[in-house]
């Protein structure tokens, strides 16, 4: 949702408190507030675990949720799986614009191909394609004429 915050750690931190938890550098952050002095309540994305930290050990991130368009298998170990309609976090694109960085709703992070990434609209689109192209399933059993048993 456009409401969400993310935040990427800039270095590693260890809990002072009972109340906060450990932070990675590099890893992404969901963050759900901020208190006034200075602190994140956010959850680490891997295991679900709560907590708060200094925000001084934070960026919040700007990042685009999109749509995979397609399924794709990892051929090399820098990629990862996607499946149709997953949603996906846009971490950032190649100078190329042919591979996009993401965070799969797994929370594993890798590469994808970018043309098999859209919005919202786009997922809406291909599911209707998807739909219109299915083969109409056979007629139902109660609609199939039966021979009627004789009284014989």
């Not at 901020?34 to 679900?48: A, C, K, N, V």
């Not at 991130?61 to 999109?66: A, I, N, Q, R, Y």
């Not at 590469?111 to 056979?138: F, V």
Request: aromatic fraction near 10%.
């Amino acid at each position: 949702s456009d409401d969400v915050v993310y935040a990427k750690a800039i270095d590693d931190y260890k809990r002072a408190t009972a109340e906060e938890i450990n932070l990675n550098k590099g890893e992404i952050y969901k963050i759900h507030r901020s208190s006034p002095d200075g602190r994140y309540y956010f959850t680490e994305p891997l295991f679900g675990e709560d907590g708060w930290c200094p925000s001084s050990y934070l960026r919040i991130l700007k990042l685009e949720t999109l749509y995979v368009l397609a399924s794709y298998q990892a051929k090399q170990g820098h990629e990862v799986n996607v499946y149709f309609a997953d949603p996906v976090l846009l971490l950032q694109r190649s100078t190329d614009l042919k591979w996009c960085h993401i965070m799969a709703k797994n929370c594993k992070y890798g590469y994808i191909p970018s043309h098999i990434l859209g919005s919202k609209s786009q997922l809406d689109a291909a599911k209707a394609l998807k739909r219109a192209s299915l083969p109409k399933p056979p007629p139902r059993t109660n609609s199939i004429a039966r021979p009627r048993p004789s009284l014989e």
